[in-house]
């Protein structure tokens, strides 16, 4: 018996298909969104953070050091980091908080590099 690679291609994206469809619900419920109350309290709980990140980013003239003005704005923005790692981190995973605080320091950085006109890689 011949299969022609036609009707393999068409098999294999079937089955491609079928395999997807299967392990999809699991792959969003893990990221939040088989509750869509908690994925939209997840992303406002991030635009907020990332928000006043933004507006403390600022140049005040002030701090001349791009790592302490970035380190200065992430802790002005703490409330609303702690705020998105009580949303996102209801088990208290130190893990989750760890790479939320690093991810916020990162991004204080950026914006700070970002509003002194200074290039960001």
Known sequence: ?????????VGLAVLALSLGACNSASVFKG??????RLAGRI????????ACLTRN?????????VANAAKAVALS???????LIAV????HDPQV???ILKD???KAMRYVMLARGESWN
């Open 1 to 9: 018996m011949r299969f022609s690679s036609q009707s393999i291609g």
């Open 31 to 36: 990221a939040g969104y088989s509750d869509p």
């Open 43 to 50: 992303d406002r709980a991030f635009e907020a953070r990332d």
């Open 57 to 65: 980013a600022a140049p005040t003239g002030r701090e001349s050091d």
């Open 77 to 83: 923005c703490m409330p609303e980091t702690n705020q």
């Open 88 to 91: 996102t981190n209801p088990y």
């Open 97 to 99: 908080t760890d790479a």
């Open 104 to 106: 916020n320091d990162a």
